[in-house]
């Protein structure tokens, strides 16, 4: 058979960071303090988590000090059974950032009222949140959705950790936008094939999906995140950025004017693979609503 051939944080201070990404080891500021991980696995999902971090400037743990319910007229656009609040808390730890931050932040969010319609008690709540700064005004952010206050458990950080490092690394697997080609080969002996699937990505960096059949052998198939198309890649772990990556970005099915293949035998066993490799992925299960 002719198969496809080669083709072509370390922890920082909390100010003065403008512009460098980190990934904080245990920082803390105002007395604050980082608890170590444990606990099983509750509230948001992997998916949800990866979402907010990749979207976000800056994780940051705080204390609310004081919120503030807005009238009305300054909440435009407030669902049902929600409150808007002007938020003011102090910095207990910066997770992780791309600029800096001062010991004091403000930021609005919309909570949920309780079982009485009234505001929640906010006050000396420790909550994680996923920002953007303000430009021009300095310890004012920006939520950067609905869902971006979580209460702080040490469980969620230490969840939180491992997605941040992978998003904050170099080598950092790029965000996928779809499929750019596919197309299945078969071999010279019954049941033999190969198929590759090309991903287009945000910063045009390649990234491809291997199939390989072989008779009287399991399905193997595996991901290559660069140049060389590796018939040995394996499948991204679990709970990976990698497998979020793909997971959470590939379209149902093989987009038809992506299948290059011209027999019909051909083009449908692309179009299986490339449901398989699907289908081995996993759900892309999320708990919260994004935006």
Do not use: H
Request: proline content about 7%.
């Amino acid at each position: 058979m002719s198969f496809f051939k080669t083709l072509a944080m370390a922890g920082a201070a909390l100010s003065g960071l403008a512009g460098m990404p980190c990934v904080a080891a245990a920082q803390t500021v105002g007395g604050g303090s980082v608890a170590q991980p444990a606990g099983a696995v509750s509230g948001p999902t992997y998916a949800d988590l990866a979402t907010l971090s990749d979207a976000a400037e800056l994780v940051l743990r705080v204390q609310i000090r004081k919120a503030t319910a807005l009238k009305a007229d300054r909440a435009p656009g407030l669902a049902a059974g929600f409150a808007r609040l002007y938020v003011e808390a102090n910095t207990l730890a910066l997770i992780a950032g791309r600029s800096g931050v001062g010991a004091a932040v403000t930021y609005v969010v919309d909570v949920p009222l309780d079982a009485k319609g009234k505001v929640p008690k906010m006050k000396k709540r420790e909550v994680v949140v996923f920002a953007r700064g303000v430009p021009g005004k300095p310890g004012a952010l920006q939520l950067i959705g609905p869902a971006a206050q979580l209460d702080y458990t040490p469980a969620l950080e230490a969840r939180l950790r491992p997605i941040l490092t992978e998003l904050y690394a170099a080598d950092a697997a790029p965000r996928i936008t779809g499929v750019s080609d596919a197309l299945a080969v078969l071999g010279t002996l019954t049941g033999e094939s190969e198929t590759q699937i090309f991903l287009a990505t945000e910063n045009r960096s390649p990234v491809s999906i291997t199939v390989l059949r072989r008779p009287g052998q399991r399905v193997q198939w595996g991901v290559s995140w660069g140049e060389i198309i590796d018939s040995a890649a394996r499948p991204p772990a679990p709970e990976t950025l990698r497998w979020y990556r793909l997971a959470c970005a590939l379209p149902p099915q093989l987009p038809s004017n992506a299948n290059l293949a011209r027999e019909a035998d051909e083009r449908r066993l692309a179009a299986g693979d490339y449901a398989f490799v699907r289908q081995a992925l996993g759900p892309c299960e999320r708990r919260i609503t994004q935006g």
